[in-house]
Structures are given as C-alpha cells and as structure tokens.
C-alpha cells in the first residue's frame, strides 16, 4: 500500500520560503511519476510540477517562474518542493501525489496514491 505524508507547512511573512517534504512508503520515488499541487481558497487543484522517474522535471502555468524547485532524495524516498518569495496567493494546501493525473479538486482526486496535504499561510 502506498502511503505519502506531506510535512514543512506553515505560516511565514510575504517573502519568505519554505520546504516541503513528502515521505513516501510503499512506491520508490525513482519509479514513477512524483508531483506536487495545490489548492487554495479558489478550490482549484493546480499541479505546480512533477518528477519523472528519469529525473526530467516539468513546472506548469506560472509555477515555472523560478520561485519553485521541485528535487527528490531516493535514499531517503522523498520529495521536497523549495519554495521562495512567497506570495499571500501561495497561500493554499499543498499536495503531493504518485501518478496523480488532473484532478479537478485535490480533495477528492480519482488517479495515483495521495496525501493528506499541508497548509501553507503567507501573510502580507
């Protein structure tokens, strides 16, 4: 059974960065898609980027400007999404997910193993 557990949520000041990590347990990061997404107070499910099994790396929509690095650490099995210069409009529920595909509501995605999420709050 694969099991994922976000943690590195918080609050921080407009500016700030954070790390979030996503440990998994039953699937190797190396051996699939591994992304992370977002939702906020919009209720939309944004995929903010995934890492391939061959280390390729995409950002999408606007999450490509350099304020968000996605890595993983195969020894460890995770993976972590630095994020810099945050915005009150980072602020959201972030999610990371195996094989999670498009889903409309991050609450309630129908494809891939996910997890529980973890809140990020920036405040102005």
């Known amino acids: 059974q694969v099991h994922l557990m976000e943690s590195g949520g918080g609050s921080v000041q407009a500016g700030g960065s954070l790390r979030l990590s996503c440990a998994v347990s039953g699937f190797r990061v190396a051996d699939g898609e591994m992304a992370w997404y977002r939702q906020g107070s919009d209720n939309k499910c944004l995929k903010i980027a995934h890492?391939?099994?061959?280390?390729?790396?995409?950002y999408y929509l606007r999450f490509g400007d350099g304020r968000f690095t996605i890595s993983r650490d195969i020894a460890k099995n995770t993976v972590d999404l630095q994020m810099t210069s945050l915005r009150p409009e980072d602020t959201a529920i972030y999610y990371c997910a195996v094989h999670g595909g498009w889903p409309d509501d991050c609450r309630a995605p129908t494809n891939g193993d996910w997890g529980q999420g973890t809140l990020v709050t920036v405040s102005s």
């Open positions: 890492i391939e099994y061959d280390v390729r790396v995409q």
